[in-house]
Nanobody, 124 residues
Framework: VQLQASGGGLVQAGGSLRLSCAAS????????VGWFRQGPGTEREFVAA???????LYTDPEKGRFTISRDSAKSTVFLQMNSLKPEDTAVYYC???????????????????WGQGTQVTVSS
């Protein structure tokens, strides 16, 4: 599986963006797909994931603001981000795991395929 992330950009605080992660070359529907982000000088951190069975996972700060969904027919996972804050500024990466389990779905180690990042910049 190869992943292509897109949809980043510059937005004002309070605005919205929808990121897309398009997959090719594999049976995408059986993968858990996650979004991670990395700001300047910070570690790459978990944002959200959707398991192969459609169950979404979020971190507490993003719950209610971000929504992850998947369109299996198009082999694409979306991350709808609303009420964006300047601290959401980061490079966002999508990742897929063929053997991801619930206990490692929020960890980088749970994913074995990574796409390139897409920059999200939120101005105050």
């Amino acid at each position: 599986v190869q992943l292509q992330a897109s949809g980043g950009g510059l937005v004002q605080a309070g605005g919205s963006l929808r990121l897309s992660c398009a997959a090719s070359g594999g049976t995408f529907s059986r993968y858990t797909v996650g979004w991670f982000r990395q700001g300047p000088g910070t570690e790459r951190e978990f944002v959200a994931a959707i398991r192969w069975n459609g169950v979404p996972l979020y971190t507490d700060p993003e719950k209610g603001r971000f929504t992850i969904s998947r369109d299996s027919a198009k082999s694409t996972v979306f991350l709808q981000m609303n009420s964006l804050k300047p601290e959401d500024t980061a490079v966002y990466y999508c990742a897929a795991g063929s053997n991801t389990i619930l206990s490692n779905s929020r960890q980088k180690a749970g994913y074995n395929v990574w796409g390139q990042g897409t920059q999200v910049t939120v101005s105050s």
